[in-house]
């Protein structure tokens, strides 16, 4: 896997293919990376959605539970994730940053039947949950984990990332949309991962 004229490009082993969205705009020299999960359970799902313009969101890549990567807007392209955001003096981040999607259910609650299950009410098998409080929350509740597979895959591509474009910092979309966003959660390693992809370049 490798960066070539600001997409990633792979080997036919590696699952890395390039499905565009029409949701992007302006060219950027992007300093941060910000980390969402995408509230579903599928990657098709997530990937329909950013093609479909009534969205008006995008991210430049999803990452699916089983490492899989569809990319979706060029790196040097603003693509739409972050939204209404801030961090110390900048505003609207994705003037500045490159949005990585992990599919990922989220926050979750129980339904009448004991279930957990996310705002769609899709179903979340309960041995896929873990019991957290979000940073900005006081209660706990069930989110959705993460896959091995999807971290480690999220950690060589934001290795990759730094290396090309030197990030500023990594943060999550709660940290640039606090109050608005709680992804990616409590159960995404937001510290160690930025640890491991500011450290290892
Ligand atoms: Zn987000």
């Given at each position: 896997m490798k960066i070539s004229n600001h997409m990633l490009v792979g080997l036919p082993e590696e699952k890395i293919s390039y499905i565009a969205s029409p949701n992007f705009s302006l060219e950027i020299s992007p300093i941060y990376l910000i980390m969402h999960y995408t509230a579903g359970t599928t990657l098709s799902g997530a990937v329909s959605w950013f093609q479909n313009p009534d969205a008006q969101?995008?991210?430049?890549?999803?990452?699916?539970?089983?490492?899989?990567?569809?990319?979706?807007?060029?790196?040097?392209?603003?693509?739409w994730h972050a939204g209404k955001s801030k961090w110390g003096s900048l505003e609207s981040m994705n003037n500045y940053s490159i949005g990585i999607e992990l599919v990922n259910a989220?926050?979750?609650?129980?339904?009448?039947?004991?279930?957990?299950?996310?705002?769609?009410?899709t179903v979340i098998p309960d041995d896929e949950v873990s019991v957290a409080t979000h940073k900005a929350e006081t209660g706990e509740t069930g989110w959705h984990e993460y896959s091995n597979e999807q971290i480690n895959m999220a950690i060589d591509v934001g290795v990759l990332l730094h290396n090309k474009y030197n990030f500023t910092d990594v943060l999550g979309?709660?940290?640039?949309?606090?109050?608005?966003?709680?992804d990616p959660g409590?159960?995404?390693p937001i510290d160690s991962f930025r640890s491991v992809i500011l450290g290892r370049a």
């Open positions: 969101a995008s991210a430049h890549i999803v990452i699916d539970r089983d490492g899989t990567i569809v990319q979706m807007v060029s790196f040097n392209r603003r693509a989220g926050k979750l609650r129980r339904n009448p039947a004991g279930q957990w299950v996310n705002w769609a009410k979309h709660d940290d640039v949309s606090p109050g608005r966003k709680v409590p159960l995404f």
